[in-house]
């Protein structure tokens, strides 16, 4: 559904059907985390898509209520040691940044977690080379 959601709403938006492909990526590997991450896997966590447009900025907020996490802890990834070793996940904050323009992450007490991912309309996308 999230998916399907996001892909409508981004290629109504106007944008290409890479940067849309980009957009639901970066989208899953988010809400993927969450499962994972926040929620520990349990099916009782919520989570909540908005969609928000303004002029060329298209922004999908992904909130839940799950445990925090902080991404500056993260080291960048060593993509050539993870692909000869044939890991799977850990790769999802590096995608998320890679195929959006900007991602931000809120955490406050009492609030909902809230991940941003934020792509320009009209923007030349670095993702294509991903």
Do not use: W
């Not at 989570?47 to 902080?70: A, E």
């Amino acid at each position: 559904m999230v998916r399907s959601f996001v892909e409508t709403a981004a290629r109504t938006f106007g944008f290409s059907e890479d940067d849309v492909a980009n957009i639901v990526l970066a989208v899953d590997e988010a809400c993927t985390n969450v499962i994972k991450h926040a929620y520990q896997g349990s099916p009782d966590g919520e989570i909540r898509v908005l969609i928000l447009r303004d002029g060329s900025s298209f922004q999908v907020l992904i909130q839940d209520k799950g445990r925090t996490f902080d991404p500056e802890t993260l080291r960048p990834p060593d993509l050539k040691q993870h692909l000869t070793h044939y890991r799977r996940g850990g790769l999802g904050v590096y995608l998320m940044r890679r195929l959006m323009d900007q991602v931000e992450y809120s955490f406050h007490p009492g609030k909902p977690n809230e991940v941003r991912l934020t792509k320009f309309l009209g923007r030349a996308s670095a993702a294509r080379s991903v």
